[in-house]
């Protein structure tokens, strides 16, 4: 297969992985209840007004016209409609929270990507050691522990018990943003916490996949003729045995970027941080649909930016890929 | 036919304690697992109290009458997460169950026949695959409950299913490719037989152990989902699972008060449940899954 053929292979896959999320959740969306049947409960509102609000949101077209104003709003104009909690466009809510999920979840993956992959390497290269099983039963324990508790524990220990860091928010109640000093390290001392949990459990579980896929590279011919030929262990550990074990573990490390959100519900919800993943969640429970489908198209749309990004990646890292 | 089949079923168990016995992790997590699934059983007889019942006052520090104190309303704390051993088990059991099936079904269908339908199938798990597993559980859950006459409880497990079968899909799969080379299949076809019963009686055989060492192993991820989802509040409010005491603690403030008997012991359940299962399951798939144990 050509380079050509591969990537465009890739990009409809990628377009119907699209269109296949956005199309699932705005169906399955409808099933979930009525978001205005709260309206219906209040004794003030005429069935005339009720209807007319309902007109406002679309609700009294049948779900396949609702979808293609949908897709028209969202192509055409840029809008993805208002949101029925929030009772403002959808774009700025979304836009209001993703700064301080993106904030959190990006140098968290960055960071523990990286722990994982060193760690990882390093472990599997010297599996008999001691260290290297300590850390596989740090790195099973860990996978056991749910992280929502893990995060509890991390809250009660620090947060109640030592009282060194707050309890909840992304900022102290009353601080609004500013590019000040005094708005960042409050800030600083918020993120603490949640970067560190996120982080400790993520570096540990990926590093067991990364040892995983780095010893079966280890038994391969190539490595012992390049020990064979007296190369340092550093360059035979990294040229040779990483470097073949990379492309799996760029796949899954890689796709980490792409589901953020859904990496910061649990965390958002424990440390009550004011993020998308949170909202999402709760978009969905309070039936807000269009919250809900304004989230899914960025989700969406960051799995196909991501998985672009990983293809291109493969290319430069793997010539059968970039060679055809 | 009866004593055949219970010799089949004999046969099963004595292969499975043998592959489980192969490591040492395999038997601790089966003696750990039958302590949990005697809890489960004997819960009425074990629980001091009547979990859904108020036994004392609200928010009691442990005492000689609640080991673990009691709740908000003035359950008995230690009952509850006895009880609570019965919903984990079982919702992380049956969820792994179907999922693993319709996976299984997939996988087969995907191997065996190639072409278009693997194709089909396929991109339908790199799809699937390619969704967001913790919203996505959460968002079908949100599906099912509100569906009538679906109990909350199983619209948590059909949930749950339905986001992990495309892993045991592929593992399935590859299984199949392998096994659909074998002479013995050539075999049967030459003689006539129709690919279904080729399939369900030749191929689906082979890979029985496999698809039971992949319920167990996918028990305890689905363990972990049902305990996200009930933490979250998704799920039946009266029931008694270790998320759901999780949730209620922490809405009721137990962390920030420091109450450690309420929001310690259902976590360490959770670890010690879904640790019981993974050890299970890594010395089973080792056994069972030939790509893993050949290497």
């Not at chain 1, 169906?27 to 406002?56: C, H, Q, W, Y």
């Not at chain 2, 699934?37 to 004392?56: C, E, Q, T, W």
């Not at chain 2, 996976?103 to 278009?116: C, E, I, M, N």
Request: glycine share 6%; no cysteine.
């Amino acid at each position: 297969m050509t380079v050509r053929a591969h990537l465009t292979r890739r990009i409809v896959f990628s377009f119907i992985t699209f269109f296949f999320i956005i199309t699932l959740v705005f169906f399955l969306a409808r099933l979930t209840g009525d978001p205005l049947a709260e309206l219906e409960n209040d004794p003030r509102m005429t069935p005339e007004v009720i209807a007319s609000i309902k007109a406002l949101f679309g609700l009294d077209k049948p779900p396949h016209m609702q979808y293609l104003d949908f897709l028209k709003n969202m192509f055409l104009y840029g809008k993805f409609g208002y949101s029925v909690t929030y009772k403002r466009a959808v774009e700025d809510v979304i836009l209001e929270k993703l700064p301080y999920t993106l904030a959190l979840l990006i140098p968290s993956i960055t960071l523990s990507n990286y722990l994982a992959y060193r760690i990882g390497v390093e472990i599997a290269w010297r599996r008999t050691s001691k260290v290297s099983s300590a850390l596989i039963v740090l790195s099973i324990f860990m996978s056991s522990v749910p992280y929502f508790w893990l995060a509890i524990l991390f809250l009660y220990g620090f947060s109640v018990a030592l009282g060194i860091t707050p309890i909840f928010g992304a900022v102290s109640p009353g601080m609004s943003f500013s590019w000040t000093l005094e708005w960042f390290i409050d800030y600083l001392w918020h993120y603490a916490l949640p970067f560190t949990v996120l982080t400790l459990r993520s570096a540990l579980s990926y590093m067991l996949y990364v040892r995983n896929s780095t010893i079966d590279i280890l038994g391969e011919d190539y490595v012992f003729a390049a020990i064979a030929r007296g190369f340092s262990n550093n360059y035979v550990k990294y040229k040779y045995v990483a470097r073949n074990a990379l492309l799996p573990i760029v796949t899954v490390l890689g796709l980490r970027y792409a589901f953020i959100i859904d990496g910061a519900i649990l965390t958002e919800t424990v440390f009550s941080y004011p993020g998308t993943g949170r909202l999402v969640y709760e978009a969905i429970i309070s039936r807000d649909y269009w919250l809900l489908q304004g989230a899914m198209v960025i989700l969406a749309a960051s799995v196909i930016i991501v998985n672009f990004i990983i293809d291109l990646i493969y290319m430069y890292l793997d010539p059968r890929v970039r060679r055809g | 036919m009866s004593s055949n089949i219970s010799s089949k079923i004999l046969n099963f168990v004595k292969e499975f304690w043998i592959a489980l016995s192969m490591r040492k992790v395999g038997v601790v997590g089966l003696a750990m697992f039958l302590g949990l699934v005697i809890v489960a059983v004997f819960a009425p007889y074990i629980a001091p109290y009547d979990p859904y019942a108020r036994s004392g006052a609200p928010f009691q520090p442990p005492s000689p009458e609640h080991p673990l104190g009691t709740n908000d309303i003035g359950q008995d704390i230690l009952s509850e997460l006895i009880y609570g051993t019965r919903v984990s088990l079982f919702i992380g059991f049956l969820a792994a169950a179907i999922g693993t099936l319709v996976g299984a079904l997939v996988g087969l269908a995907a191997g065996f026949f190639g072409g278009t339908v693997d194709n089909v199938l396929s991109a339908l798990v790199d799809i699937w695959l390619s969704l967001p597993q913790l919203l996505f559980t959460i968002f079908l859950a949100a599906v099912f409950i509100k569906m009538k006459g679906v109990p909350m409880i199983y619209a948590i497990v059909i949930a749950i299913a339905l986001t992990s079968w495309p892993a045991v899909a592929r593992v399935v799969r590859s299984a199949t490719l392998s096994i659909k080379e074998r002479p013995y299949i050539e075999a049967a076809r030459a003689v006539g037989l129709s690919n279904l019963s080729i399939i369900f009686k030749h191929i689906l055989p082979n890979i029985s152990s496999l698809i039971v060492a992949e319920i167990i192993y996918r028990a305890s991820g689905a363990m972990l989902s049902e305990a996200s989802l009930s933490f979250l509040g998704l799920g039946d409010p009266t029931t008694k699972s270790w998320g759901m005491m999780l949730h209620y603690a922490m809405a009721r403030y137990a962390v920030l008060l420091g109450y450690w008997w309420w929001f310690l012991p259902p976590g360490i359940m959770i670890s010690v449940a879904v640790l019981s299962v993974l050890f299970m399951g890594l010395s089973l798939e080792e056994y069972f899954n030939p790509r893993l144990r050949s290497s």
